[in-house]
């Protein structure tokens, strides 16, 4: 069992930074690929970015992709998501998982980020 809980959401500024984490239990972290999605109200969840199970590789959406960069520390059971340059249309509630095969097994309870014009 993994427990994921995410933190660092805030209200901003449209240009202003946020960094979020998500922090996980258990040991087996390091098995995980990770993702980060998010929700905004009336709309589809999102896919945000990802990052593999070593940190080697990550992919990032079209619509973040130059102003957001996923991480993790396999050490710190954490993986980041740094968001730079927000926008109003960012304001969403973001999430993290985690996903060994081919469904996400576990998710984080999400950390609202309202950004401001």
């Known amino acids: 069992q993994v427990q994921l809980v995410e933190s660092g959401g805030g209200l901003v500024q449209a240009g202003e930074s946020l960094r979020l984490s998500c922090a996980a239990s258990?040991?087996?972290?390091?098995?995980?690929?990770m993702y980060w999605f998010r929700q905004a109200p009336g709309k589809e969840r999102e896919f945000v970015a990802s990052?593999?199970?070593?940190?080697?590789?990550?992919y990032v959406g079209d619509s973040v992709k130059g102003r957001f960069t996923i991480s993790r520390d396999n050490a710190k059971n954490t993986v980041y998501l740094q968001l730079n340059s927000l926008k109003p249309e960012d304001t969403a509630v973001y999430y993290c998982?985690?996903?060994?095969?081919?469904?996400?097994?576990?998710w984080g309870q999400g950390t609202q980020v309202t950004v401001s014009s």
């Open positions: 258990g040991r087996s972290f390091s098995s995980y690929a």
């Open positions: 998982a985690a996903r060994q095969g081919h469904n996400y097994d576990y």
């Open positions: 990052i593999t199970r070593t940190g080697d590789y990550t």
